[in-house]
């Protein structure tokens, strides 16, 4: 790939990039399930489960709102990554994305494209709770460092999340469809200690949680905010963000082979 | 002068059975609904169930700190899912409104000759009824799963205000689709029942509730219908006491937003 054709696609990722923010920003349908949503559960589980940290087994934390933080961003991407899909499939609905695949441009820049906007909300969505978190009292043990970390691992993770959004968008074509996938992402959410420590669970989820790639994610970032940078708990979350990435990598590449073969 | 009321009796109650059958149509419509777009009720059927799964599953061990009234969960969360199953609905039933003024439907219902309080009569008592979906599936795997027995007066006093739910939560749905006439407003309508439902003591009792929620569902009325759902569940038996405030807060929740809901359709034009 010369200088020229890479300087041009990444024109393209910028442009779509851009786009698919704005959509998101303009339309409170995909907007709502990524901060309104998540902020809502926040304030409410947090008041709600916040005696928890009473039970014997529960770790030490400053407060409830400093463990719930990482649960909250996590569940945020995975919405975003959701919302990202739904976007995409009413792009493919509308034949916007047909007309992108007949323009000049590589096919992977389109997804990409959507994926860099994922990206982008994943930030906004960590830079929200953060603030909210220290506003409420919360404290980020893992310093201004770790607060970046923070955002740049919870950035990644919708990116990971969006992957899959935007496979199934491929695939099915259909903006019910992916829809129709909302509460598939509170299952996972529910099997991983996004809202609890997985000890502390009952079974059989507790089991699950244990070896949920989610759970690594929100341990890791759960990790800087509640007590410190560990190199143990980073490297696992970077794991599993990869783990999942690849398999959104190789998901959306069989499905755009299958669109771009079929048409549908 | 006999006659004159006579024929005015006839005519009333023709009218009568012109507006229940209208209302019929409007209930069988959306039943229809289920039936041939089941995709379209999955959602609100599945949303409660994965939440009572998923909090039982992951509080379950609240109950082990002092002042829960149970040892399990699950009877604990049960009536917040129910209500949760009836919020949905009715959100849900605002959401179809509003996809009909966006298609020009309800264009063609507001030119007939049914009164207004006759639509909004079968666009809530549609949501009424369907609120039994959700609870129906909610109460079996309940059950299954070791909800404790609530008796036959505590399951239908459940089922009564399960259906007062969903009537509410259709008038606020109706309210905002009327308003915004567009399905975008759909968030809006899920997120004000969800607020509503879960800012009592959804997830603990108040004295284990922690800061600003605690003072919200102190306040909050629909914590009386949620305690009054709850005692079934996890009580012996159910009490006066218990059973009242929430029966009556459901009644002026209905009529509040009942009251919005007909205001907004009243003033609607084609």
């Not at chain 1, 945020?76 to 995409?88: E, R, V």
């Not at chain 1, 960590?126 to 409420?136: E, M, S």
């Amino acid at each position: 790939m010369s200088l020229a054709s890479l300087r041009a696609n990444l024109r393209v990722i910028g442009a779509l990039g851009a786009r698919s923010v704005r959509q998101t920003f303009r339309r409170p349908q995909l907007m709502a399930p990524i901060l309104v949503f998540p902020t809502l559960l926040l304030a409410i589980q947090t008041g709600g489960a916040g005696s928890a940290v009473d039970l014997p087994e529960f770790p030490e934390v400053n407060g409830f709102l400093d463990f719930m933080l990482a649960g909250a961003m996590i569940q945020s991407t995975l919405l975003a990554g959701n919302s990202g899909g739904i976007a995409f499939a009413v792009d493919i609905e509308m034949g916007f994305t047909d007309r992108l695949f007949a323009a000049p441009i590589s096919r992977f820049a389109i997804v990409l494209g959507r994926l860099a906007g994922t990206f982008v909300l994943g930030i906004v969505a960590a830079v929200w709770f953060l603030a909210i978190g220290l506003i409420f009292g919360a404290t980020v043990e893992g310093g201004v460092g770790g607060a970046l970390l923070v955002i740049v691992l919870v950035g990644l993770s919708a990116v990971a999340f969006g992957g899959l959004g935007s496979a199934i968008a491929l695939r099915a074509g259909k903006a019910s469809v992916v829809q129709g996938l909302f509460p598939l992402v509170f299952v996972i959410l529910f099997l991983s200690s996004a809202f609890f420590p997985a000890n502390l669970m009952l079974e059989p989820a507790s089991s699950v949680a244990e070896y949920n790639p989610l759970s690594f994610i929100v341990e890791g970032v759960r990790d800087v905010i509640v007590f410190s940078l560990s190199l143990e708990g980073l490297a696992e979350a970077l794991g599993a963000i990869a783990l999942i990435g690849a398999f959104s990598v190789g998901l959306t590449a069989v499905a755009l082979r299958h669109r771009l073969r079929t048409g549908g | 002068m006999e006659a004159a009321t006579v024929a005015g009796r006839r005519l009333t109650r023709a009218t009568l059975s012109a507006h229940a059958a209208m209302v019929w149509a409007l209930v069988s419509r959306a039943g229809n609904e289920i039936v041939r777009v089941p995709g379209a009720a999955i959602p609100g059927v599945l949303a409660p169930t994965i939440f009572f799964l998923g909090l039982t599953a992951v509080f379950g061990n609240l109950t082990d700190l002092s002042g829960f009234p149970t040892d399990e969960y699950q009877s604990f969360i049960i009536a917040v899912s129910l209500l949760q199953g009836a919020g949905f609905t009715g959100a849900a039933t605002g959401v179809n409104l509003a996809r009909d003024i966006e298609q020009g439907w309800f264009d063609r219902l507001l030119v007939s000759p049914a009164p207004r309080s006759v639509l909004l009569s079968g666009l809530v008592l549609s949501a009424s009824v369907r609120s039994l979906v959700p609870a129906t599936l909610l109460l079996t795997i309940g059950f299954a799963l070791g909800v404790d027995w609530p008796g036959v007066g505590g399951l239908l006093l459940a089922l009564l205000l399960v259906m007062g739910m969903g009537t509410a939560a259709a008038c606020w749905g109706v309210t905002l689709a009327l308003h915004f006439k567009t399905q975008g407003a759909a968030p809006l309508m899920q997120a004000g029942m969800f607020v509503l439902i879960l800012t009592t003591t959804a997830y603990a009792p108040l004295d284990r509730l922690t800061g600003w929620l605690q003072d919200v569902a102190e306040y909050n009325p629909l914590t009386q219908v949620v305690e009054a759902i709850r005692q079934g569940f996890v009580g012996d038996s159910l009490t006066w006491s218990e059973t009242w405030p929430g029966v009556v807060v459901m009644i002026g929740l209905v009529a509040l937003l009942g009251a919005f809901a007909l205001r907004n359709m009243r003033r609607t034009s084609y």
